[in-house]
T-cell receptor, first 113, second 114 residues
Framework: GNSVTQMEGPVTLSEEAFLTINCTYT??????LFWYVQYPGEGLQLLLK?????DKGSNKGFEATYRKETTSFHLEKGSVQVSDSAVYFC????????????FGDGTTLTVKP | SQTIHQWPATLVQPVGSPLSLECTVE??????LYWYRQAAGRGLQLLFY??????ISSEVPQNLSASRPQDRQFILSSKKLLLSDSGFYLC?????????????FGPGTRLTVL
């Protein structure tokens, strides 16, 4: 079956540090890949997505590139802020099965001033 | 624009009591709808999904049930809550027929079973 494996957390960084959260997936075919972010006490919201190999998704300074050869979709940001503190989820989705998504377990990021 | 509502926002219920959580979507038609549960510090567990009125698929056997009485209304229910039902319940929707699009999540309901 499909699965998504995320870098275990929690991750603690100082403000302006470089961020990488690793995400690898196991799937057949060509799923779309997503990063969602969850702020405390809230639902998830889409951060960025990529729908085919070599696509780069980007938003709010975050980037991730769909690497089919390594089955990865690592999240990066060059300079994190305190406001980036949240839980980050990697997910994949096929154009079948009623659009169900497979989520990773989430990685908690804390950014200290 | 589309919006998704969930209520109540928080709920404290005794063991053995019934449950009804409601989710409604505005601004779209015939969405796919989903119920997830998120235990403390854990990932998302898909509980139910629906591709149309009256069509419910269950992902995990449990004492919960779901119904979709109207196109944009999704209800999660239980006849008798267990301690293990505590968690953060999230409703989500996505466009039908375009499976590559993202899911849109509601604000969630925090359920505590005592």
């Amino acid at each position: 079956g499909n699965s998504v494996t995320q870098m275990e957390g929690p991750v603690t960084l100082s403000e302006e540090a470089f961020l990488t959260i690793n995400c690898t997936y196991t799937a057949t075919g060509y799923p779309s890949l997503f990063w969602y972010v969850q702020y405390p006490g809230e639902g998830l919201q889409l951060l960025l997505k990529a729908t085919k190999a070599d696509d780069k998704g980007s938003n709010k300074g975050f980037e991730a590139t769909y690497r089919k050869e390594t089955t990865s979709f690592h999240l990066e940001k060059g300079s994190v802020q305190v406001s980036d503190s949240a839980v980050y989820f990697c997910a994949l989705k096929y154009n079948t099965n009623a659009g169900k998504s497979t989520f990773g377990d989430g990685t908690t990021l804390t950014v200290k001033p | 624009s589309q919006t998704i509502h969930q209520w109540p926002a928080t709920l404290v219920q005794p063991v053995g009591s019934p449950l009804s959580l409601e989710c409604t979507v505005e601004g779209t038609s015939n969405p796919n709808l989903y119920w997830y549960r998120q235990a403390a510090g854990r990932g998302l567990q898909l509980l139910f999904y629906s591709v149309g009125i009256g069509q419910i698929s269950s992902e995990v056997p449990q004492n919960l049930s779901a119904s979709r009485p109207q196109d944009r209304q999704f209800i999660l229910s239980s006849k008798k809550l267990l301690l293990s039902d505590s968690g953060f319940y999230l409703c989500a929707w996505s466009l039908s027929g375009t499976g590559y699009d993202e899911q849109f999540f509601g604000p969630g309901t925090r359920l505590t079973v005592l």
